[in-house]
């Protein structure tokens, strides 16, 4: 992946670069294509990514954060690289990598704790219940060797009626005791349904959800971003690059590719930005697993150039084109029509780390994860009604068939 406006760096002369040597912001600005290489020797405090205000919280955040589902205690290089670059938010959860995400955190905050005054550290408690969730965020504080997280989510909302009263209770106990500064919620199912409720009840400070060129123009999710921006609710976007379950050629791609990079983008930045253009985000979430994406994201959030009503068109003609190969995360939908409580969202999600994010060690961990005799059933259960309400015309039935070929 490559973004810049003075030069037209391809995605190989890029890990060129990389392979020989530009390391850290030169890499970065040569990337965007913004400065001399003299000038990009001059140190990291001439380049950082740009930061916007993040709902009501009243901090600027910047616009690109770390997605922490990468072995971090291995890879420490990439949190004193992303420090360079202001890309300070990071965000991580209690069940990434079994725990090692965070404690990859703590690793670094306990070598360098005067860093963690710059970080607006996120992290996630896939438990719904007060008690739970006060375990989980101690057990958070102590891998990560710190006394307080600023922003703490309920992770993968399905439903509204998640939020529940007793949680907003719990969040402001957590926050007079200074464990947290705010509280909020992530979602890649039901969003906008999720999200209305989220401005309704007027607790929650930020949400994270699957946003993307595919679903920022549908109505629903309109309407759910303007109504969290009317709240005072930041915004960060996740899933950006809107792959799918299904592997799907084009016969607009290479014209999407080409006409991006044309622009000084790959396919990839420019679905970044695409993103970016929409002012009620604030952040992307990116899982960047190594420094060649990390250089080339922070590329594109450098660039000021933005894509015109030519390039939106373009992409929403890549949407109509491969439409089918996407999972809108409309969850109640395969919920309401599937008999046997077959999680279809949630197997399409594995199928989308599987291939799109080429992450096969995932996928068929949290599809172990599901119960045997869910698995066992994949095969038997009668589809069709799913397959007729989904709005995108998935093959479901096929779908959950190579999912327990490929993941079982």
């Given amino acids: 992946m490559t973004r810049n406006t003075g030069s037209n760096l391809s995605r190989r002369e890029l890990l060129k670069g990389a392979a020989c040597g530009f390391g850290g912001l030169r890499l970065a600005r040569l990337a965007a294509g913004t400065v001399p290489v003299q000038a990009a020797e001059s140190g990291?405090?001439?380049?950082?990514?740009?930061?916007?205000p993040f709902g009501k919280i009243g901090l600027e955040v910047p616009i690109l954060g770390l997605g922490g589902m990468f072995d971090i205690p291995s890879n420490q290089l990439m949190l004193h690289q992303a420090i360079k670059w202001g890309i300070t938010y990071w965000d991580t959860a209690d069940c990434y990598g079994g725990g090692r995400s965070e404690e990859?955190?703590?690793?670094?905050?306990?070598?360098?704790?005067?860093?963690r005054k710059e970080i607006f550290l996120v992290s996630k408690s896939c438990a719904r219940e007060p008690d739970e969730v006060g375990k989980l965020l101690?057990?958070?504080?102590e891998r990560m060797k710190t006394d307080y997280i600023d922003l703490y989510f309920l992770h993968g909302v399905e439903t509204p009626k998640e939020l529940k009263d007793e949680l907003a209770r719990w969040a402001e106990q957590a926050k007079a005791a200074g464990k947290i500064k705010w509280f909020g919620l992530s979602t890649h199912q039901n969003m906008e349904s999720c999200m209305l409720?989220?401005?309704?009840?007027?607790?929650?400070?930020?949400i994270m959800m699957s946003y993307n060129y595919r679903l920022m123009h549908q109505p629903g999710m309109q309407e759910a971003v303007a109504a969290c921006r009317a709240a005072g609710i930041g915004l960060t976007a996740m899933k950006t690059q809107g792959g799918g379950p299904v592997q799907q050629d084009s016969t607009v791609e290479m014209e999407l590719a080409g006409r991006f990079l044309e622009k000084g983008f790959t396919d990839k930045q420019a679905k970044?930005?695409?993103?970016?253009?929409?002012?009620?985000?604030?952040?992307?979430?990116?899982?960047?697993?190594?420094?060649?994406?990390?250089?080339?994201?922070?590329?594109?959030?450098?660039?000021k150039t933005s894509l015109g009503a030519g390039?939106?068109?373009?992409l929403k003609r890549y949407v109509a084109d491969t439409r089918s190969s996407y999972c809108a995360g409309c969850g109640e939908l395969c919920r309401d029509a599937v008999a046997d409580a077959v999680p279809v969202c949630d197997?399409?999600?594995?199928?989308?780390?599987?291939r799109n994010y080429e992450d096969p060690e995932r996928a068929r961990g949290l599809f172990q994860d599901l119960p045997e005799s869910t698995r066992r059933r994949l095969p038997t259960v009668?589809?069709?009604?799913?397959?007729?309400?989904?709005?995108?015309?998935?093959?479901?039935a096929r779908l959950m068939r190579e999912a327990l070929t490929l993941l079982g």
């Fill in 311 to 314: 390039d939106l068109e373009l």
């Fill in 382 to 396: 009668d589809y069709a009604e799913a397959e007729r309400r989904c709005p995108n015309r998935l093959p479901i």
């Fill in 138 to 141: 101690q057990r958070s504080l």
């Fill in 197 to 206: 409720e989220a401005a309704r009840v007027g607790w929650i400070d930020a």
């Fill in 104 to 115: 990859g955190i703590g690793k670094f905050f306990a070598k360098q704790p005067e860093r």
């Fill in 272 to 303: 970044l930005v695409a993103v970016w253009q929409e002012p009620a985000l604030t952040c992307i979430c990116s899982q960047m697993p190594n420094l060649t994406i990390l250089a080339a994201n922070a590329a594109a959030a450098l660039n």
């Fill in 347 to 354: 197997i399409l999600r594995f199928m989308m780390y599987y």
């Fill in 44 to 52: 990291p405090g001439n380049v950082t990514v740009p930061k916007r």
